[in-house]
């Protein structure tokens, strides 16, 4: 975990040298030894043949984002994760992008925290596993997850977009509320994380169990 924290300490340098941020901005409020919920997970999925799914319908993870500041995803060999292409949210429909499995790579995508975070200039990825399309995808899956978030106790203070990022910071802060919390909000990262869980443990309760119910 150490080092998946390291590295994500990395990528929040380079962030806050883009946003215009002093280098550590970022990296101080995600100190590895305060209280926090950043996690390693085990992804599994298990082998499935084609009478148990019908790609047109079933999804072995459906479509969802991670809710803390970036998740590093480390796969095996076998294909099946698809990402939505951020321009095509708005019509003429979603475009679904299969991402290619590299070797000895390392897939980040950026969760909603960071998203509200940065006042939206940082997008986080909408991502989903398809059902298998090909014998090689049919495989057990197995796949491990970094989820970093930042201590539990700081406050996520919205940062103010600054005119030369190209964004219009009203609207930025109005598409917010997607996440279900207004824009102006002032959370914690842990008040963050329980108010992004409530809604899906309630919605999961509410819905039928299906195969692959987890997270990517």
């Not at 799914?53 to 999804?59: D, K, V």
């Not at 480390?74 to 994760?81: P, S």
């Not at 509200?116 to 940082?122: D, L, N």
Request: with cysteine; aromatic share 10%; proline share 5%.
């Amino acid at each position: 975990m150490k080092s998946c924290h390291a590295l994500g300490a990395k990528l929040l340098e380079s962030f806050a040298l883009d946003m215009g941020l002093a280098t550590d901005f970022f990296t101080s409020k995600h100190n590895y030894d305060q209280q926090q919920s950043s996690v390693l997970r085990l992804l599994y999925y298990p082998s499935i043949n084609s009478n148990e799914f019908s790609s047109n319908t079933n999804m072995r993870a459906g479509s969802h984002s991670d809710y803390g500041t970036c998740t590093f995803l480390f796969q095996k060999d076998i294909g099946g994760l698809q990402i939505l292409l951020p321009s095509t949210l708005s019509d003429p429909g979603p475009t679904w992008l299969d991402v290619p499995v590299i070797e000895d790579g390392i897939l980040v995508n950026v969760g909603d925290l960071f998203d509200f975070w940065t006042g939206g200039k940082f997008k986080s990825t909408q991502h989903r596993v398809v059902a298998p399309r090909t014998a090689a995808e049919a495989q057990g899956r197995f796949s491990i997850a970094y989820f970093l978030h930042p201590a539990d106790s700081e406050r996520l203070v919205q940062i103010p977009l600054e005119s030369d990022t190209g964004l219009d910071a009203k609207d930025e802060r109005s598409a917010l509320r997607r996440f279900g919390i207004p824009a102006d909000a002032e959370l914690t990262a842990k008040e963050w994380l329980l108010r992004r869980l409530g809604p899906t443990y309630s919605e999961r309760k509410a819905a039928p169990t299906q195969m692959g119910d987890v997270v990517a």
